[in-house]
Structures are given as C-alpha cells and as structure tokens.
C-alpha cells in the first residue's frame, strides 16, 4: 500500500480497511478492543494470512481482547501462539466479509445497510 513498499505488503489488511470504510460510511464506531486480519477475495471469501503469530503477540500487547482472523488460520493460531497469550483473548474464525461486519456491527443500525447493499 504505501509508496515504495514490497509487492506483498498490504494485502492481510484487506478486512480491516473494508471494516474502516463501512465505518466511515455509516458513521458507525468499530469497537476499539477489536483486532483484525485477512485478505479479501473479489467475491469476499476472507483467506489466510501470513505472520498471524506476531500479529497475535503484537495484539496482546495493546490490549486487544477480540481477534477476528481467516477461519484457514486457526491451525496457526493453535499450535504457534503461547497459551498465555490466548488467555483473555477471543479469537473469531471468519470466513467471508459478511462474518466480519456481523462480528463488528451486530445490533447497530449498520447491520441492515450492509445486509442490503452486499449481496455477495
């Protein structure tokens, strides 16, 4: 994404710049104990990502107590994250982007936006 940058680089933050847009859009609030992962399909299937243990590890350190990431990665999350590091944390396996905006946006007024205007 930034200019200059590797051609790899950007693409696991698919779900959270979406996230960010819908925010914006709305005018909605995402909850600020929540972190994010996953690159974004063309038909919004969520799909693995890379370096999800140093991403946990980095979340853990700033208090975040929601983790969503790809559904594909949680052999990751359980056989390289501490337990330690688990504990406290609530790991959300998503699949596609509606999974993500139900996760963030459920019982606020945006829930029905997204519900109409992605027919994915």
Not at 57 to 72: E, T
């Amino acid at each position: 994404m930034p200019e200059g940058s590797i051609g790899k680089e950007g693409p696991s933050a698919g779900t959270a710049i979406l996230s960010a847009f819908v925010s914006l859009f709305t005018k909605t609030q995402i909850n600020l104990d929540i972190a994010m992962t996953g690159r974004i399909s063309l038909v919004g299937q969520v799909l693995p990502v890379g370096g999800l243990k140093e991403k946990i590890l980095a979340a853990h350190r700033a208090g975040i107590k929601i983790i969503l990431a790809p559904g594909a990665n949680r052999a990751d999350i359980e056989e390289n994250v501490p337990e330690s590091v688990k504990t406290g944390i609530k790991f959300v396996d998503v699949e596609d982007i509606k999974e993500v905006l139900h996760e963030l946006f459920e019982g606020q007024a945006v829930t029905e936006w997204w519900k109409d205007t992605l027919s994915l």
